[in-house]
């Protein structure tokens, strides 16, 4: 049996059929387009299903000069370009606008991932399957017999449904202790609510959260205090605002210090290891020193995807490989996309060649 880690990137979420981020937007619009009928009907009692089409809209026209009533093609930022400006212009004005923009856009999120994978669940294969993220959990859990943490920057609610729905309680790191398999979202998740209040964070039932739970968080009391409760999704580029969350967050990147000097493995699945992603990179090098394992560390990395060159392999590998310890044993397998390695993780894991960078 291995301490493992798994982390969860964009990718993987992909496989499962869900948006990435600079695909938010064109999925937003086409989920008002294509079945616009159909979602106005499901959100017919929510009022703010209306309003967060127009504050959004109103936003890309006074933001990115697109007019989306005269056309709906456009050239969109990505959703943390769009939800950065106003997170710093926030920080300084604190308009009622900027809030007002900033909602929409996280409801925008959550519809957009909603409707994206309900059009997966109808395609036949996956119907079978289900989820991948659920195959992995199985296989490497029940099957596998490993003691795993995941770790994610997805804010979706996969990982969350996969293991809920298995009947397994997920510890989201938000106090040092906390009992059931560890699910530490670096980055927020759909289903948190913060109450400024006192301090804490709520995660609601992940199963029956839908983006119904973000169109209107003037809705969301706290049970304790009665203030209303915010969103906590924090994007990479503006992570220094993670301390508007109280010590939540600052506790749930200490578990996942924990859980990755603790670990004999880390699979990476479905990411890039990009520049930006300081943070992320600063956690893995204070692991790294702090390890408390005798054995060299086994980094894993699934991260294959429709069209990725050679080119673009020879990059990805040559990021991990530079910045990664030298007696680290790194499995690089930048051409398995994640739901390969969700079919048979064990097989990847018991192939891992030894010899170190
Ligand atoms: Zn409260």
């Not at 979602?39 to 309003?51: L, Q, S, W």
């Not at 606008?97 to 856009?105: E, G, M, P, Q, S």
């Not at 079919?343 to 891992?352: A, F, L, R, V």
Request: aromatic letters at 12%.
């Amino acid at each position: 049996m291995e301490r493992i880690v798994v982390f969860l990137g964009a990718g993987a979420s992909k496989s499962d059929g869900a948006p990435l981020q600079k695909e938010l937007f064109r999925a937003y619009m086409d989920s008002v387009d294509e079945s616009g009928e159909t979602r106005e009907r499901y959100y017919k009692n929510n009022p703010f299903y209306k309003n967060v089409k127009s504050d959004l809209f109103a936003f890309f026209d006074v933001y990115f000069g697109i007019n989306l009533s005269h056309s709906r093609e456009a050239l969109f930022p990505t959703f943390e370009e769009a939800l950065g400006v106003l997170e710093v212009e926030g920080g300084y004005a604190g308009k009622e606008t900027v809030r007002k923009y900033k909602d929409a856009i996280i409801a925008s999120m959550a519809l957009a991932i909603e409707s994206q994978l309900d059009n997966k669940r109808s395609e036949q294969n996956y119907r079978i399957i289900d989820s991948y993220h659920k195959l992995l959990i199985e296989n490497l859990c029940d099957r596998g017999g490993h003691q795993v943490d995941f770790l994610s920057t997805n804010y979706d609610l996969l990982a969350d449904n996969a293991l809920l729905s298995q009947g397994r309680p997920i510890n989201y790191g938000f106090t040092d202790q906390g009992h059931g398999i560890r699910l530490l979202k670096l980055h927020g998740s759909m289903n948190w609510l913060y109450c400024p209040g006192c301090g804490r964070i709520q995660a609601t039932g992940a199963a029956e959260i839908s983006a119904n739970n973000l169109l209107d968080f003037s809705a969301h009391k706290c049970e304790n205090c009665g203030s209303v409760q915010t969103s906590v999704i924090i994007p990479p580029t503006y992570f220094k605002n993670f301390v508007q969350y109280g010590d939540n967050i600052r506790r749930v990147w200490e578990n996942a210090y924990e859980a990755l000097s603790q670990a004999d493995r880390i699979i990476i699945c479905g990411y890039s290891f990009p520049h930006a992603d300081i943070h992320i990179k600063t956690l893995l090098k204070k692991s790294e020193q702090g390890r408390k394992r005798s054995t060299p560390l086994k980094v894993s990395v699934f991260n294959g995807y429709e069209g990725k060159s050679g080119e673009e392999k020879r990059k990805e590998a040559y990021r991990y490989l530079r910045f990664l310890r030298k007696d680290t044993i790194l499995d690089y397998q930048g051409d398995i996309p994640f739901e390969e390695f969700a079919k048979s993780p064990q097989q990847y894991i018991d192939g891992t060649q030894g010899g170190t960078i």
